[in-house]
């Protein structure tokens, strides 16, 4: 099993930065993409920035522009994932997870989340 503890979230008034980090621990061979996805209340849980073992980078495009200079990160002799949000919106508001697929079989394990609220 793989244990993910997301940290950094919070309250932020528009405009303002946030940094989330996530650990990864447990049976941990080898970790291929690491990402963090977000779900506001009542909406489905999107895919916000993703990053592979090689350092290639994906972001949604809501984020795209704002997210994009040093955002998602990686650190992989610590087996963590950073995500620089600057900017940021009221909808950027949600619950955030970090996510992780590990070892052969690309198997998918989920942080508890971490609130991110912005005011207007």
């Known amino acids: 099993q793989v244990q993910l503890v997301e940290s950094g979230g919070g309250l932020v008034q528009a405009g303002g930065s946030l940094r989330l980090s996530c650990s990864a621990s447990?049976?941990?061979?080898?970790?291929?993409?690491m990402g963090w996805y977000r779900q506001a209340p009542g909406k489905q849980r999107e895919l916000v920035a993703t990053?592979?073992?090689?350092?290639?980078?994906?972001?949604?495009d809501s984020v795209k522009g704002r997210f994009t200079i040093s955002t998602i990160s990686r650190d992989n002799g610590k087996n963590m994932v950073y995500l620089q949000m600057n900017n940021l919106k009221p909808e950027d508001t949600a619950v955030y997870y970090c996510?992780?697929?590990?070892?052969?079989?690309?198997?998918?394990?989920w942080g508890q989340g971490t609130q991110v609220t912005v005011s207007s």
């Open positions: 447990g049976s941990i061979f080898s970790i291929n993409a």
């Open positions: 996510n992780v697929e590990v070892g052969v079989l690309y198997r998918s394990f």
């Open positions: 990053i592979t073992s090689g350092g290639r980078t994906n972001y949604a």
